[in-house]
């Protein structure tokens, strides 16, 4: 028997708007900045991280191990250059996507993450769920 469609979950506006854009923009200037220990402010000591990259879905659990992802990606880059961002929201969510130029040794890389998220009261984000296209070369 064919599986019913689900209806999509309907979630009730009850953050701020606003605070939840600041705290988008304040993870983008963190990442710009490669500033870890302020983009590890922006999370939840609890925060659940689920990813879709080139290699398959993956998982992280905890500001450390999210954070650490963060450094992994572009903490030895030599240049990291932001491209483009753009923060909004949806209902509840906050949503984040952004283009990064990476120059690692003699090569440039270019990569784009969009990054849909809930935040709890305080702004601190709680579970992120991040698609990345995985670095591709730039000339």
């Known amino acids: 028997m064919p599986r019913r469609p689900r209806r999509p ?14 705290t988008g923009e304040s993870f983008l200037a963190a990442l710009a900045a490669r500033d870890f220990a302020r983009l590890r402010g922006a999370f939840a ?4 991280l689920r ?16 954070v650490g992802r963060f450094i992994g990606w572009f903490g030895g880059a030599d240049e990291l250059r932001l491209e483009s961002a753009q923060v909004s929201t949806v209902a509840d969510r906050l ?5 990064l130029r990476v120059r690692d040794a003699d090569r440039w890389r270019l990569l784009e993450q969009h990054l849909v998220a809930d ?9 992120v769920d991040l698609l990345c296209t ?4 730039d000339s």
């Not at 949503?95 to 283009?99: C, E, I, M, S």
């Open 45 to 48: 000591d609890d925060v659940r």
């Open 95 to 99: 949503v984040v996507t952004y283009r």
């Open 9 to 22: 979950t309907v979630s009730g506006m009850t953050l701020d708007a606003n605070l939840l854009r600041r």
């Open 51 to 66: 990813l879709l990259v080139p290699r398959g879905p993956q998982a992280n659990a905890g500001a450390d191990e999210t």
């Open 134 to 137: 995985g670095f591709h070369a």
């Open 119 to 127: 935040a709890g009261p305080d702004g601190h984000l709680t579970a």
